[in-house]
């Protein structure tokens, strides 16, 4: 300031705009493609080659099973996953808007039962919309789950293809790690 009014300039020191050690730092990711009869999930750790699977599976809850039921197993069995494989971080498919308002209500009971049980956990939560996972895994945001499921066996090198609840998991995994890695400033939604 004093150099300022004696009117020598100031030097301004302009922030660069450089990604955090923790971006770049391997991640423990947990994805979450939440369903009431069908929760996938993926956890990939990221390292400097390429991701790596170190769980997957889909939570089945049987139809004759009544909400609650399944909404206990979905937060049980994600528990398991947390406290197995110890997440950095977990990233949810983002909310759609379906035209049945029944069911909407039922897939947003699923993903609240998901969410308690990360956030329990203490795990940061983001949420990407599944046209984004899809262009961020196949390039097309109306891409089919086959080719999804097909992409993210080609990415992980995985002997099989993985299920479709497991796949759309990963997959979300994948696109929290990928837009990680880049230096843009789209941040992703934290919820």
């Keep these: 300031m004093q150099q ?8 301004v020191d302009v922030p660069r705009l450089t990604p955090s050690a923790s971006r770049l ?24 080659s390429s991701p790596v699977v170190l769980a997957q599976g889909t939570i089945a ?26 997440p950095t971080v977990c990233v949810v498919e983002g909310l759609f808007f379906a035209q049945n308002l ?10 609240g039962a998901a969410m308690a049980a990360v956030a329990e956990a203490g795990l ?27 992409m993210v066996q080609r990415m992980l090198n995985l002997a099989e ?14 696109a929290h790690a990928q837009e990680n890695s880049r230096h843009g400033l789209n941040a992703p939604k934290k919820i």
């Design 25 to 48: 730092a391997p991640q423990i990711i947990l994805g979450v493609d939440p369903s009431l009869r069908g929760t996938g999930f993926g956890v990939i750790r990221t390292e400097k």
């Design 4 to 11: 300022r009014l004696n009117g020598k300039p100031s030097r």
């Design 161 to 174: 293809l993985p299920a479709p609840d497991a796949a759309d998991a990963l997959a979300l995994a994948l």
């Design 102 to 111: 029944k069911t909407a209500i039922i897939m947003g009971e699923a993903r």
């Design 61 to 86: 809850c049987p139809k004759d099973w009544e909400r609650s039921r399944c909404l206990a197993k979905i937060s049980q069995v994600l528990r398991d996953v947390l406290r197995e494989h110890q």
């Design 124 to 150: 940061d939560i983001y949420e990407i919309a599944t046209r984004k996972v899809k262009q961020a895994i196949v390039g097309y945001g109306a891409a089919q789950k086959i080719a999804v499921a097909k």
